[in-house]
């Protein structure tokens, strides 16, 4: 089943960017599998969806690839679940963390 494609629009500057890596995405992948621009934005997003979603998260390999994993079969229920967890007294220091390093992004 085919996926259903939207539109967005970037700010010129971040697409120059994302095309930018190109090279190193070719290169870390070993071959050119990605065919369009359109294709290398998705990927670098998707990256991107698996950093927001494991970068607040204690570092243990097993529980986000399982986080991942959960996400990828249920995106909305999971992202809610984490943020909730995240905003317990006990994981203000995972949200500091994270909060410090996705700063520069801004």
Do not use: H
Not at 5 to 10: A, D, E, F, N, Y
Not at 21 to 45: A, H, M, Q, R
Not at 75 to 80: G, S
Request: avoid cysteine.
């Amino acid at each position: 089943m085919a996926t259903k494609k939207i539109r967005i629009t970037l700010d010129r500057e971040v697409v120059n960017k994302a095309l930018a890596l190109k090279p190193l995405i070719n290169t870390v992948i070993g071959e050119e599998i990605l065919k369009t621009d359109e294709d290398y934005i998705e990927f670098i997003l998707t990256l991107g969806i698996d950093k927001v979603l494991t970068d607040p998260l204690p570092d243990n390999k097993l529980l986000r690839e399982t986080i991942k994993a959960m996400f990828r079969k249920n995106p909305k229920f999971v992202a809610e679940f984490i943020a909730e967890t995240l905003k317990k007294a006990e994981q203000k220091e995972l949200v500091e963390k994270s909060r410090k390093e996705w700063k520069i992004y801004m």
